[in-house]
C-alpha cells in the first residue's frame, strides 16, 4: 500500500506561479515513480507530468516549458512548479504512483485526494 497526500492548491490569477507537493507514506519501494494527473470538470483525466527514482522527466506538451516537477527522495516529496498559469490549467491535480516501463509511465492505482488548482483570467 502507498499513502498519498497533495497540498499546495488555491486560486491565482493568469500569468501567476503555484507549487503542489505530493508525500507518500508505505510501501513506496514497488511504486517508485511518480507523477501529476489532472482532471477539469466534464473531462478525463490526463497524464501532466512524470519523473522516475533518479530524476528522468516526461511532460505533456501543455505544460512543457511552463510546469517543472521535481522529487526530494530523502523527503519522499514530489513537486509540479507551475508557472504562466492559464486558465485552461484549471483543475483538480492528482498524485499517482507507479513506475516505469522503458521511457513511458505506467500509472499504478495508489492516488492521492487531489487539490484543487483554480485559475482566474
Known amino acids: 500500500q502507498v499513502q498519498l497526500v497533495e497540498s499546495g492548491g488555491g486560486l491565482v490569477q493568469a500569468g501567476g506561479s503555484l507549487r503542489l507537493s505530493c508525500t507518500a507514506s508505505g510501501s513506496t519501494f514497488s511504486f517508485p515513480s511518480r507523477a501529476w494527473y489532472r482532471q477539469a470538470p466534464g473531462k478525463q483525466r490526463e497524464l501532466v507530468a512524470s519523473?522516475?527514482?533518479?530524476?528522468?522527466?516526461n511532460y505533456a506538451d501543455l505544460v512543457k516549458g511552463r510546469f517543472t516537477i521535481s522529487r526530494d527522495n530523502a523527503k519522499n516529496t514530489v513537486y509540479l512548479q507551475m508557472n504562466s498559469l492559464k486558465s485552461e490549467d484549471t483543475a483538480v491535480y492528482y498524485c499517482?504512483?507507479?513506475?516505469?516501463?522503458?521511457?513511458?509511465?505506467?500509472?499504478?492505482?495508489?492516488w492521492g485526494q487531489g487539490t484543487q488548482v483554480t485559475v482566474s483570467s
Open positions: 519523473i522516475s527514482p533518479d530524476g528522468y522527466t
Open positions: 499517482n504512483a507507479g513506475y516505469y516501463s522503458g521511457y513511458y509511465y505506467i500509472k499504478g492505482n495508489y
